[in-house]
């Protein structure tokens, strides 16, 4: 194979871009090169799963983070991104729910046939059956209990949450095999990298995309030789709600005025960058009374799913249980400590993601614009209100040594959201940059095409009308291996 040229070049071999090249290169007339920024995902932090905190903040992240936040007090959250095979799903909690069947029949609903829940559950089905997602066994004792604890406080219990109905509490699946994280890169392209039309090509970061006019040729790229050109016959970003509108942007297809300002020549005005939607997540601390096993020590076993207010028809809280101290400051004294970790679904914020520069290696301006809707503040109320609740449950008696942090002083609504707004931490679950739809406010079409240009899609988290009432990896990857039959239509 013409190492310089392919049918097809993914940009990105993260959560969405393997499963996208494992559906390309599944069709042996087409030529697909896989293209990484990073490179291998062979070091033990990455295979452990209960070593990925050790991951954020070295050479296989981005380091990205994001503007200061007048909704966190100022504060600047670090936005962890995986710069390796396997993308973030290399370095994430490796969390796997598929999220509410409300989600994607909303999105079908805002101009998007062909995502409804019927088509995307399907699709789910297939993919499965090579990642393999499932549940943790044996499951710690302790998240059994506060599971049990949810029951008693009036969540019904669900055996699954794979059907798109999540109100409920139970055992979430998670992308961990035989005790290894299996990240996309495991799962979908390491079993057929000997496929004659694929090329996976690690160390190799996209600086902008090759144009003639308006149709995209392929990507100029920079390698350990140089600055080179690859050609392609379509070109599909993967790169996610970061990087995927960088180099959009960075090749004139975006905000006009925004383009001008930094000397780059629009060529198609497009909302690329807007419309960052993004999950927030806080804890709730507990001293155990008894030793915590450190069985699936640092992964998520369970949650739960419920409504802020009753008049909801759709669940827009997520509660997951630790069973170590998470947010707590650091006190070394000894004590056992468990976390209940509320979080919101459904936030109604929307920030932006922006170019500082022309230059493609220069800082992103990332800013979710945390808590500029009241409404998600409301809704993180009520979840606290609502974790606490289980927390105060009898399953929970032999174990609630009483809430170390933030504490029980912490009460009235005012102080909740104080407390939320200065320790409340980012889920790390950016999409919607890149909106799919129907309309002037969409950057692809409900193919995934970019409006107004030729030869390219974008097929990541980015595409999110609206962002799923989950966590976000499971759905990255649908999208990947969806945008996979697409492009063979």
Same mark, same amino acid.
């Given at each position: 194979?013409?190492?310089?040229?392919?049918?097809?070049?993914?940009?990105?071999?993260?959560?969405?871009?393997?499963?996208?090249?494992?559906?390309?290169?599944?069709?042996?007339?087409?030529?697909?090169?896989?293209?990484?920024?990073?490179?291998?995902?062979?070091?033990?932090?990455?295979?452990?799963?209960?070593?990925?905190?050790?991951?954020?903040?070295?050479?296989?992240?981005?380091?990205?983070?994001?503007?200061?936040?007048?909704?966190?007090?100022?504060?600047?959250?670090?936005?962890?991104?995986?710069?390796?095979?396997?993308?973030?799903?290399?370095?994430?909690?490796?969390?796997?729910?598929?999220?509410?069947?409300?989600?994607?029949?909303?999105?079908?609903?805002?101009?998007?046939?062909?995502?409804?829940?019927?088509?995307?559950?399907?699709?789910?089905?297939? !993919?499965?059956?090579?990642?393999?997602?499932?549940?943790?066994?044996?499951?710690?004792?302790?998240?059994?209990? !506060?599971?049990?604890?949810?029951?008693?406080?009036?969540?019904?219990?669900?055996?699954?949450?794979?059907?798109?109905?999540?109100?409920?509490?139970?055992?979430?699946?998670?992308?961990?095999?035989?005790?290894?994280?299996?990240?996309?890169?495991?799962?979908?392209?390491?079993?057929?990298?000997?496929?004659?039309?694929?090329?996976?090509?690690?160390?190799?970061?996209?600086?902008?995309?090759? !144009?003639?006019?308006?149709?995209?040729?392929?990507?100029?790229?920079?390698?350990?030789?140089?600055?080179?050109?690859?050609?392609?016959?379509?070109?599909?970003?993967?790169? +996610?709600?970061?990087?995927?509108?960088?180099?959009? !942007?960075?090749?004139?297809?975006?905000?006009?005025?925004?383009?001008?300002?930094?000397?780059?020549?629009?060529?198609?005005?497009?909302?690329? +960058?807007?419309?960052?939607?993004?999950?927030?997540?806080i804890g709730i601390v507990y001293n155990s009374k008894r030793p915590i096993s450190d069985i699936n020590a640092y992964c998520t076993e369970g949650c739960a799913f419920t409504r802020s207010t009753p008049e909801r028809a759709d669940c827009d809280l997520e509660i997951s249980f630790a069973k170590e101290p998470h947010f707590a400051p650091e006190t070394n004294d000894g004590v056992p400590r468990f976390t209940i970790i509320p979080g919101i679904t459904r936030p109604k914020s929307r920030g932006s993601v922006r170019l500082t520069s022309a230059d493609p290696v220069a800082p992103l301006a990332i800013d979710p614009n945390y808590f500029d809707d009241p409404y998600d503040m409301t809704a993180m109320i009520a979840a606290v209100r609502r974790s606490r609740e289980i927390g105060a449950q009898p399953a929970l008696a032999e174990w609630n040594d009483g809430e170390h942090f933030p504490g029980v002083a912490v009460e009235s609504d005012d102080a909740i959201a104080n407390y939320v707004r200065k320790d409340v931490s980012t889920w790390f679950h950016p999409v919607g940059t890149c909106r799919m739809g129907s309309g002037a406010d969409s950057v692809v079409d409900p193919e995934l095409r970019v409006r107004g240009i030729s030869g390219l899609r974008v097929a990541d988290a980015s595409i999110m009308p609206d962002i799923v009432s989950v966590n976000t990896q499971a759905a990255a990857m649908v999208i990947g291996w969806m945008a996979g039959d697409l492009v063979q239509q």
């Open positions: 194979m013409a190492a310089a040229s392919y049918d097809v070049v993914v940009v990105g071999a993260g959560s969405a871009g393997c499963p996208l090249a494992y559906r390309l290169s599944s069709d042996p007339s087409i030529s697909v090169a896989l293209l990484e920024a990073g490179g291998a995902d062979d070091r033990e932090a990455i295979r452990v799963p209960r070593q990925y905190f050790s991951l954020w903040g070295t050479d296989v992240d981005w380091g990205y983070v994001s503007t200061p936040q007048a909704g966190t007090m100022g504060r600047i959250h670090p936005m962890p991104r995986g710069r390796v095979l396997g993308g973030t799903s290399s370095l994430n909690g490796m969390v796997y729910l598929r999220g509410a069947a409300s989600d994607y029949d909303g999105w079908a609903a805002a101009g998007c046939p062909g995502w409804e829940w019927s088509e995307v559950s399907r699709a789910f089905d297939a !993919m499965e059956q090579v990642l393999r997602p499932a549940v943790l066994e044996p499951h710690n004792t302790l998240t059994e209990v !506060m599971i049990a604890a949810a029951e008693e406080n009036g969540f019904a219990p669900r055996a699954t949450f794979d059907a798109g109905v999540l109100e409920g509490v139970g055992f979430n699946k998670s992308t961990i095999v035989a005790g290894h994280r299996h990240s996309a890169h495991r799962a979908f392209i390491t079993p057929v990298r000997d496929r004659s039309n694929l090329d996976v090509l690690p160390e190799t970061r996209v600086l902008r995309l090759a !144009m003639d006019g308006t149709r995209v040729t392929g990507v100029v790229v920079q390698r350990d030789s140089g600055e080179e050109t690859i050609a392609a016959g379509e070109v599909i970003l993967a790169g +996610g709600a970061f990087d995927s509108p960088r180099v959009l !942007m960075l090749s004139g297809i975006g905000p006009g005025e925004h383009l001008t300002r930094h000397g780059i020549a629009c060529i198609t005005d497009l909302p690329v +960058g807007e419309n960052l939607i993004d999950h927030l997540l």
